[in-house]
């Protein structure tokens, strides 16, 4: 009985080690990925590799953590193809994601260090301005939505974790958001002549570090979840709020809806941050936003703020604002306290002298993660998870 409850007592030790190491290890890769979000710089690569050797070895024993190991995985392999370095990279998807034949390219990863491509979109497709709102609405837009402001509680707003809600408004309401609209359908009219055919407007505004990104996605009503498939905007409109450089830039593809092929050279543009710089593209074209590089711009607590609009032939409001916030909201009536600089009313003489300013062609788009397969040439459409995007 002695030996027999000796035997015991090194089992249950030996579950209970484990069990310590994996939640040591599931909390590193929490706050290791959480800190490289915020500020991407050199030190979260080497935290990333620990992290990652350590999970990996927690993963080993314990097949429950291999969903961590892969996002840690994942997140090692961004920075690396951050830093220019491929093939380590390529290394970590081969081994991590053996469905992966596509990823996004250094061109999009590393943005701002390769010269320019030569997209060329459809006309009436994309178009940007600096400047693009009179000073004084510019303000008032950013105060509404500033980073320490009452609309981020008053929604649970959380910078890692919440996801996509929105509201509705007729373009004839009133309101510092809608007035932003208004201008937005005369400045972008020649760029994006669909624009001129809305009616109604849905926004919603995201807060997050520099390190975030947003997956490459589609504009729909209710999330995609109409029963004849998505519904595209006419267009939609990006507006920058915060510093310049503070997050990556929005990449907007000439990929569309329905489309059965992808193109993998000079089928993009970056259009990189800058406060009161707006982009307008087309609803059904493909984007994303590529997460900031380097070290962040005002620190690991400054935040990418970013209003966007899509703008429809009609208003399409389908709840009205209780309980958690969810897509297609009406704005609310009632006086809360955060609502108030939604409804100020801007006075002050109209100094908008928007200027042009071109999104930057990506010569490359995809590069295929078999190298000896990547001739660069537009491919039948893979299956989205074959296309690795780091994020």
């Known amino acids: ?9 090194k089992r249950w030790r030996h579950k209970a080690c484990r069990r310590l190491q994996a939640r040591t290890a599931l909390r590193n890769v929490a706050e290791t990925l959480k800190q490289a979000r915020r500020d991407p710089s050199d030190e979260s690569l080497e935290r990333l590799r620990g992290a990652l050797l350590m999970i990996e070895r927690a993963a080993a024993a314990s097949p429950t953590l291999d969903a961590a190991a892969q996002n840690c995985a994942r997140a090692y392999a961004l920075a690396l193809f951050q830093r220019g370095r491929a093939q380590e990279g390529t290394v970590i998807l081969r081994h991590r994601f053996p469905d992966a034949r596509y990823r996004l390219a250094d061109d999009v990863l590393r943005y701002g260090t390769a010269k320019p491509g030569a997209t060329r979109f459809e006309k009436g497709s994309v178009g940007a301005f600096d400047d693009a709102l009179p000073e004084a609405l510019f303000r008032a837009v950013a105060r509404a939505l500033a980073p320490k402001g009452a609309f981020w509680p008053a929604h649970d707003y959380d910078d890692e974790t919440s996801g996509f809600f929105s509201y509705v408004h007729s373009l004839d309401e009133e309101g510092v958001v809608v007035e932003a609209a208004r201008r937005f359908r005369e400045l972008f009219a020649r760029a994006v002549p669909a624009i001129a055919e809305a ?4 926004w919603w505004t995201h807060r997050r570090p520099h390190g975030a990104g947003h997956q490459l996605h589609f504009d729909s009503a209710d999330e995609g979840a109409g029963a004849d498939g998505p519904e595209h905007p006419l267009c939609s409109v990006v507006l920058y709020l915060s510093e310049a450089r503070l997050g990556g830039p929005t990449l907007v593809t000439t990929q569309c809806s329905g489309d059965i092929e992808m193109r993998c050279r000079d089928a993009a543009a970056l259009v990189p941050v800058a406060p009161n710089r707006a982009v307008c593209f087309r609803g059904d074209l493909l984007h994303c936003v590529v997460p900031g590089r380097g070290p962040a711009p005002g620190g690991e607590t400054a935040r990418r703020v970013t209003l966007m609009i899509s703008f429809w032939r009609r208003p399409h409001a389908r709840h009205d604002r209780e309980g958690a ?18 409804r100020a009313r801007v006075d002050g003489a109209d100094d908008a002298k928007p200027t042009r300013s071109a999104p930057v062609p990506v010569a490359q788009l995809w590069t295929a993660v078999d190298a000896a397969a990547d001739d660069g040439e537009t491919v039948p459409l893979p299956p989205y998870e074959a296309c690795w995007q780091g994020f």
């Not at 009985?1 to 007592?9: F, K, L, P, Q, V």
């Not at 009616?199 to 849905?202: H, V």
């Not at 916030?325 to 939604?342: G, K, L, S, V």
């Open 199 to 202: 009616t109604g407007i849905e």
């Open 325 to 342: 916030p969810r897509a297609a909201m009406r704005f609310p009536t009632d006086d809360e306290a955060w609502t108030a600089p939604f």
């Open 1 to 9: 009985m002695g030996t027999a409850g000796s035997e015991r007592r």
